[in-house]
Structure formats: structure tokens, C-alpha cells
């Protein structure tokens, strides 16, 4: 899909009155938190503002997250009618979420569905998945395909069904195949820039005001092993 805008450490993919879309990098967090770091939206305020040449406060709401160290699409809302919409969207379940993984272990099936229940620890910011249900978990669901196999690697296009707390990372993980780069979830060595081969590549969605049918694409990261996927 064609960048609509590469400035500012900002790649754009769509951008309307309404809503506008990002390509996140490794390392940007979507929202501000205790790190004190500039947030993605504090950037895209910044990229409004300059643009149309905005006086005063930018309205920019955020609709969903990803984790720090993932790539991919990233949706924020320019209105509050976009905002209260695409919420709905998103907690009913009304998109479809494609993710792109790169994995160390091949998963013994080219193809599966993964159920597990997942538990969240706050402590220390990870979920682990169970095969049966256990107090406080919750239920999560995805379907994987290998699209490629690499050198020493395998690259898995994933379609999520629910949305849960590090979901992907868990289940991957789960059957033994954890995301390069994921210390957290198995992986034996971290990625030189401290992301995951985890990328949010496809979004599909019913755009919240023109109520047209919108599918971004996002590209993924220019680094030696996505350019092999």
C-alpha cells in the first residue's frame, strides 16, 4: 500500500477528516505511560496541527494499541463521532485483524486453529496460556497459516478472533514457536533494535462516517528478514 506521508518519523497510510492511519514502529508507544516518552499520538497531534494549521488543542482520540515493541497499523480518530464509532467497531468485534509473525520453531501444522485460555500477570506485563480454563483467564482464539519458510525462521500470517492481552505472543509461544526477538514469551536472543517480528499488516473496516469499506495495508519494516518474507 502507498505511504501517504513519510515525515516527522511518521509513515501515514490513510488519512481523511475523520480518521487517519499509521504505520507504528518498533520502540513508539501508541499512548502516553509512566516512561515519560513521546507518545505516537502526541506526534500525529503535532503532523495535524503543522498540516492544516490548527490553533489551539488538537482532538485526536486513540482507538486500540500495540505493544511497544510491534510494528503495524495503528487507527486514530480526528472527531469524537469517529472515536465513539470506531470504538464500537473495535469492541464488537467488527474488524478484521491480519498479523504477520516471524517464529524460530516451524509449528507442526502448516495450518491450525489456536484455543487457549490466557491469564494475565500485572506484575510482570505477560500472559500466559492454558490449555484449560483457570481462575481469571480468559478466552482467546486465532487462526495461523505458515506463508513462508525461511533459512532459520517462519513467517505465519495470523487472523485473531478475540483481543486479548499479549495474545499472539502467548499462544505462539504456547506451541513452542515463539516470535524472534520475544524474550519475554521464549525467544532465545533479542532483535538489535529491542522489537519483535510482530507486524500488524492488514485492517479491514467499515470507515465510521462514509460507512464505505476501508482495508489498509501496512509494509513492513525494511530489515533483512521481513524483506525475505
Given at each position: 500500500m502507498k505511504i501517504i506521508s513519510d515525515k516527522n518519523n511518521?509513515?501515514?497510510?490513510?488519512?481523511?477528516?475523520?480518521?487517519?492511519?499509521?504505520?507504528?514502529?518498533?520502540?513508539?508507544?501508541?499512548?502516553?505511560?509512566?516512561?515519560?516518552?513521546?507518545?505516537?499520538?502526541?506526534?500525529v497531534k503535532e503532523?495535524?496541527?503543522?498540516?492544516?494549521?490548527?490553533?489551539?488543542?488538537?482532538?485526536l482520540g486513540v482507538i486500540h494499541r500495540l505493544d511497544r515493541p510491534t510494528t503495524g497499523i495503528v487507527v486514530f480518530a480526528r472527531t469524537s463521532k469517529a472515536?465513539?464509532?470506531?470504538?464500537?467497531?473495535?469492541?464488537n468485534r467488527?474488524?478484521?485483524?491480519t498479523y504477520w509473525a516471524v517464529v524460530k520453531n516451524k509449528p507442526?501444522?502448516?495450518?491450525?486453529?489456536?484455543?487457549?485460555?490466557?491469564?494475565?500477570?500485572?506484575?510482570?506485563?505477560?500472559?500466559?496460556?492454558?490449555?484449560?480454563?483457570?481462575?481469571?483467564?480468559?478466552?482467546a482464539s486465532l487462526d495461523y497459516t505458515i506463508i513462508k519458510e525461511l533459512q532459520n525462521y517462519t513467517a505465519l500470517e495470523i487472523n485473531l478472533h478475540t483481543g486479548r492481552h499479549h495474545q499472539i505472543r502467548a499462544q505462539l509461544s504456547a506451541i513452542g514457536s515463539p516470535i524472534k526477538g520475544d524474550l519475554k514469551y521464549g525467544a532465545d536472543r533479542s532483535n538489535p533494535d529491542g522489537g519483535i517480528h510482530l507486524h500488524a499488516r492488514k485492517l479491514?473496516?467499515?470507515?465510521?462516517?462514509?460507512?464505505?469499506?476501508i482495508t489498509i495495508i501496512a509494509p513492513t519494516p525494511d530489515d533483512p528478514i521481513w524483506n525475505a518474507v
Open positions: 511518521l509513515q501515514i497510510l490513510h488519512e481523511d477528516n475523520h480518521i487517519i492511519v499509521v504505520n507504528k514502529r518498533v520502540g513508539d508507544i501508541v499512548q502516553g505511560d509512566k516512561t515519560g516518552d513521546k507518545p505516537l499520538s502526541d506526534v503532523y495535524i496541527k503543522a498540516k492544516y494549521n490548527k490553533p489551539g488543542d488538537v482532538f472515536l465513539s464509532r470506531m470504538n464500537e467497531l473495535f469492541s467488527e474488524t478484521q485483524k507442526k501444522e502448516a495450518k491450525a486453529k489456536l484455543v487457549h485460555y490466557l491469564k494475565r500477570n500485572e506484575k510482570n506485563n505477560t500472559s500466559k496460556a492454558h490449555l484449560k480454563e483457570v481462575p481469571d483467564s480468559k478466552l479491514t473496516f467499515v470507515h465510521p462516517v462514509s460507512k464505505e469499506n
